[in-house]
């Protein structure tokens, strides 16, 4: 399929059929989250100039605030805890040596190289959050897709979608398929093993980059960045409460 053609499929797509009523000018405002922005960046900042995983404080400061923050939080889970466990001490006593033991320095590395997402490192991004989601699945006893998702987009914001209940339900309220993606993303990722990547994820990411193509055909942008994008999709969940409400 040449790039015109694809171009026109997306033309055709509900997505783009209700994306388009929201006019280019409302797509773009969305590109700040206004008082949430400083915020952000202060956690942008904090991977920015922390970005290695041996400091003990700086593994905690990480891993707590991104967590709390984005309501992910490591140490929720399905399970009860016991009253006498303290959450300081898991940090310290469970989260920093995993964490340590991943050697995430060494597989972040890769990934420094590039600026943005695309279907040369696509491979490698779906991996890392795949790598970190088994990591960490034993420190709640469940996978943590959100926190995952989070904690490497602060690392690498232009590279990893964040992964949310409510911008996947968004994703599919507007219609959108991992199908949709452009060919030479779904090239890329097809060539993984099944145990190199986790199928929520996968899905999520190609879904959203074909979000990101329409958006991009609408507003006439080259590169919408992961954050614009998740501002997007937040503002369509809520616009669909309200019409449920």
Known sequence: MTSEEYIDKLKTTQAFAKLSKLKKRKLMS?????????????????????????????IIAKTLFIGRVYAAALERTSKKKS??????????????????ALNLDKEFLP?????????????KVIWLHKFLLEGTKRLSNNKKHSFCSKYLHFHFRELFFLFDTRALRALMD?????????????????????????????TYVLRCI????????ITGKTMLSPRHLDNILLHCFKNRRKKVN
């Not at 009253?83 to 340590?100: A, G, T």
């Not at 074909?210 to 055909?217: G, P, S, T, V, W």
Request: one cysteine or more; aromatic letters at 12%; hydrophobic letters at 30%.
């Open 111 to 123: 990934l420094r190289k590039f600026s943005t997402l695309s279907s040369s490192n696509i491979s």
């Open 174 to 202: 507007l219609g959108i398929q991992a199908r949709d993606a452009p060919e030479e993303y779904k090239v890329s990722v097809s060539k993984l093993k099944t145990s190199q990547f986790d199928k929520s994820y996968k």
């Open 83 to 100: 009253p006498k466990e303290k959450r300081i001490d898991f940090y310290r006593l469970k989260v920093v040596p995993k964490i340590r």
């Open 30 to 58: 969305f590109e700040k989250d206004g008082v949430y922005d400083f915020g952000n960046e202060i956690l942008y900042k904090l991977c920015e100039q922390y970005p290695k995983h041996k400091s003990e404080a700086q």
């Open 210 to 217: 074909a979000a990101r193509e329409i958006i991009n055909l």
